[in-house]
């Protein structure tokens, strides 16, 4: 579809990210550094343009059973409002978001969006390198949280009854972020394979190494087990990090589960130890299994006491304290 030679003038050599019909031959253009409301000729009308940049610092959508505007505050020219059918929105409100958000300095220039969710007063935005939490009416202010990929160490998820929370663990504190139980596993998937390719591109490394894996039907937690204590959705704090800090960073287990994952890495060990003595005796390849031996008791004994302090709390709470 050609671009009218109007539109192509005021764009300078800028690409397009989208285009949306807005009635008729009217159609909203959105390019790099601002977006473009091209009006067609009419019977009593010439054919004119209106170019909005994305350095506004607000903005807000208000959603009509056929027409949905879109409001843009700027610090010193005012409001600008771009009407859009109401099931084109979220065609417009992605690439006009992250337009305004690389102009405000909130993302990098180039970076890209993986999906923008709207729940309510809540707005999500996840990008390749970030996710981005707002609370308010606006869909978009300077009042919004952004958690960079690079910062976060854990993540995990909460089921309820009503909404699932996404537990992030940011340079060693916890932040809450609620999602309505019907989007959950798209959050879910799109923010977990986020994180997987920011650090698979950022370090080159297996994917195990960046991110826990899911549960397994054998890793399944039993009935009644609490979700803190089931989430094993780990992510390594900084691609340089070990291993082994990836693993002491997940979320405790049971006892029971604890001990089920001991006792096959001891006989693993053994007979690992077996086998090289048949071949003649390894001094280092044993001590390197009594280290890991004794890793896996030290860190089976820090499961089972957090295990026991989420038992506390429980019981603490049932009481009412």
């Known amino acids: 579809m050609t671009v009218p030679a109007i ?11 989208t285009r949306v019909s807005i009635g008729g031959d009217d159609e909203l253009f959105v390019a790099d550094s601002k977006c473009i409301v091209y009006r067609a000729e009419g019977l009593l009308t010439d054919e004119s343009i ?38 084109r929105v979220e065609e417009v409100l992605g690439p006009l978001l992250i337009g305004m958000l690389e102009a405000n300095g909130a993302v990098d220039p ?78 879910r998937e799109r923010l977990k394979r986020a994180l997987i390719s920011y650090y698979e591109a950022d370090s080159g ?40 800090a990836a693993v002491e960073s997940r979320q405790p287990m049971a006892d029971g589960a604890a001990a089920s994952t001991a006792e096959p890495t001891r006989e693993v060990g053994r007979a690992a130890v077996a086998s090289s003595s048949d071949d003649g005796p390894d001094r280092e390849v044993l001590e390197r299994l009594k280290a890991l031996e004794d890793a896996v008791e030290r860190q089976n004994e820090r499961l089972r006491e957090q295990q ?13 304290r």
Do not use: C
């Not at 539109?7 to 690409?15: H, M």
């Not at 607000?58 to 409002?81: F, Q, V």
């Not at 309510?120 to 996840?126: A, G, S, Y």
């Not at 890793?219 to 992510?235: I, L």
């Open 7 to 17: 539109v192509q003038s005021a764009l300078r050599g800028e690409e397009i990210r």
């Open 50 to 87: 209106e170019e909005l940049s994305y350095d506004a610092d607000r903005l807000t959508l208000s959603e009509g059973r056929r027409k949905s505007a879109l409001t843009l505050e700027y610090p010193l020219e005012g409001s600008r409002e771009l009407t859009v059918p109401a099931g």
């Open 110 to 187: 180039g970076e890209g969006l993986v999906e923008v969710y709207r729940f309510d007063d809540l707005t999500l935005v996840v990008t390749e390198k970030r996710l981005i939490e707002h609370v308010g009416r606006a869909v978009w202010d300077d009042g919004y949280r952004a958690y960079h990929f690079e910062n976060v160490t854990n993540l995990s998820f909460e089921s309820g009854d009503v909404a699932t929370r996404i537990v992030l663990e940011v340079d060693g504190r916890q932040r809450r972020i609620e999602t309505p139980n019907e989007a959950a596993d798209d959050v």
């Open 205 to 244: 490394r297996n994917l195990d190494e960046d991110l826990g894996r899911p549960e397994s039907a054998t890793d399944a937690a039993p009935d009644g087990e609490t979700a803190a204590s089931t989430s094993r959705r780990a992510v390594r704090a900084r691609p340089s990090e070990s291993r082994r």
């Open 308 to 320: 026991r302090t989420i038992d506390r709390l429980v019981e603490e709470l049932r009481q009412g």
